[in-house]
């Protein structure tokens, strides 16, 4: 559970579970089931099944440790005991959630170093912002994301280096402005102030808004100061003011503008283009973004190599035999393949000599990885690969997994290939990911009979559909191309 005390009774199998600290009630979980644990440092281990315990040793021994010092280095000691991680299996539907002494990590994350890196350190971030300091309402989460982001990649840049952090950054922004495309510059739900109407659920404003574009203002906030250093010292005070509290965006804004008076005098809350009012309340993009600039070393190559794919005419040769990307870093590898993503659909050509050239690669790389590949094939319909589509879906049971790749195949022709993958894998998906994914599947359908998923299971699959629309509009296209860590 998600306590800093826990006992076993072994005599009577009760467990007891103490939380010393006040937590906002979002934080309080328990997990159940085959778990073991090892010790992977001083004050942390994890808790895995198995069968992947010793994956998850080999990935995390000493690391943990190592990026809690450097958060402590930053921002202040670590109020919390224990940190403690436990790995969940595929049907977890979200990839991470911070509750405190014991982050919930899906286990498919253990696959690629750079995703297990950035998550894990997102969610020590939260201790901090989240967890220690809590928004104090769901309409301003970025208060709790936009901060963790950017402590996330305080943490990155101190251990792994900027040029490292940049890439991160480039491929989270370039997922931000994707999903600004799909939603539009005057969604609503674009505001790092979203206002929530009565009855909407806060899950379906989860968005990269809150994470990219609250970074992006607390990175700004951060350039005022002249020196990370000093905004770090800032962040070390705020958390010692609030801590173990709730607060509201003026908090943050009011202590910000009271610790450096000598911005306060030059009015930088009210910088035209800039006002800190506007960066709250305004639809669309981030009013300014990071110089990325540093990350140039491992973002050129990304840059060159889609130049090559997609400058005609095509020579595939040239294109295919000035890199190989086995040899890259997982988020140069994604990169190149959301520039793909952006680009599709290719000329046919093209994506015949991108599959001929990486397929089969790809298909040894991670979900991360793999999921992006899927998406340009089902995009270009590109049916020689539609078979490693259906085979992704029926073993990858995780919400960041399914619903770009359901949402690519209804947007196109191949409704009926969905509803056939969806009758097979249904009874092993989460209910809310499940729902989703019904809403998805009925967009543009008459309505459909129901049947109830309570009745004794029999050997012929059956599927619920439901015949009214989603609570939101956006329910489901908000979360397309996004990867969002809790």
């Known amino acids: 559970m998600s306590a800093t005390q826990s006992t076993y009774l072994e005599q009577e ?30 004050r942390s281990r994890v808790w895995a099944e198995p069968c992947l315990l010793p994956t998850a040793i080999s990935k995390l021994s000493g690391m943990v440790e190592r990026w809690l010092s450097a958060a402590e280095n930053l921002y202040g000691h670590y109020i919390w005991g224990r940190y403690d991680i436990v790995f969940l299996p595929p049907s977890f539907p979200i990839v991470a959630m911070e509750n405190p002494c014991l982050t919930f990590i899906i286990s498919s994350i253990l696959e690629s170093d750079d995703f297990l890196i950035i998550d894990v350190i997102h969610e020590i971030a939260h201790s901090w912002f989240g967890n ?21 990649r305080r943490i990155t840049t101190e251990t792994y280096g900027a040029a490292f952090t940049c890439l991160e950054t480039a491929f989270r922004l370039d997922a931000l402005h994707r999903q600004m495309k799909l939603l539009g510059e005057d969604n609503p739900v674009s505001k ?77 809350d009210n910088k035209a283009g800039l006002e800190f009012e506007r960066w709250l309340n305004a639809t669309g ?25 997609t400058t005609e005419p095509l020579d595939a040769v040239a294109a ?47 979900a991360e990885i793999r999921i992006r590949w899927l998406q340009i094939v089902v995009r270009n319909d590109y049916y020689p690969d539609f078979y490693k589509v259906r085979h992704f879906l029926e073993y990858q049971m995780s919400r960041m997994y399914t619903i770009p790749l359901y949402e690519d195949i209804c947007t196109g022709t191949l409704k009926s290939f969905a509803l056939e993958v969806f009758y097979q894998t249904q009874n092993q998906l989460h209910p809310n990911l499940r729902k ?19 009745a004794v ?23 397309r191309d996004v990867n969002v860590s809790a």
């Not at 103490?18 to 992977?40: F, N, R």
């Not at 299971?457 to 979360?479: G, M």
Request: charged letters at 20%; glycine letters at 4%; a negative charge.
């Open 13 to 42: 199998g009760v467990y007891q579970f103490y939380m010393e600290y006040p937590v906002p009630a979002y934080l309080v979980a328990l997990v159940a089931g085959d778990l073991i644990s090892a010790d992977v440092g001083p």
């Open 457 to 479: 299971a029999t050997d012929t699959p059956t599927v619920v559909l439901e015949d009214k629309p989603s609570e939101t509009a956006n329910s489901a296209i908000s979360l």
């Open 132 to 152: 220690a300091v809590t928004n104090a309402t769901w309409e301003e989460m970025w208060l709790s994301e936009g901060l963790a982001t950017y402590a996330q």
């Open 436 to 454: 989703t994914i019904q809403q998805i599947l009925t967009q543009g359908l008459n309505p459909l009979p129901t049947t109830d998923t309570t």
């Open 192 to 268: 790092l102030q979203v206002k929530l109407e009565p009855g909407v659920n806060p899950s379906n404003m989860m968005n990269l808004f809150t994470y990219e574009k609250g970074y992006c203002f607390v990175h700004y906030l951060s350039q005022l100061c002249g020196d990370p250093k000093h905004f770090d010292s800032f962040l070390r005070a705020y958390i010692e003011k609030y801590k173990f509290t709730s607060v509201v965006a003026q908090d943050l804004l009011d202590s910000f503008l009271n610790f450096f008076p000598e911005l306060k005098e030059q009015s930088v």
């Open 285 to 309: 993009p981030p009013l300014a973004e990071p110089d990325l600039s540093q990350g140039s070393s491992l973002i050129r190559p990304v840059e060159t190599l889609f130049k090559l794919w």
């Open 320 to 366: 295919a035999g000035s890199v190989d990307i086995t040899k890259w870093r997982p988020f140069q590898t994604v990169l190149f393949l959301d520039r793909l993503l952006d680009g599709s659909p290719l000329p046919p050509e093209v994506i015949k000599k991108l599959s001929e050239c990486y397929s089969s690669q790809l298909d040894a790389m991670n």
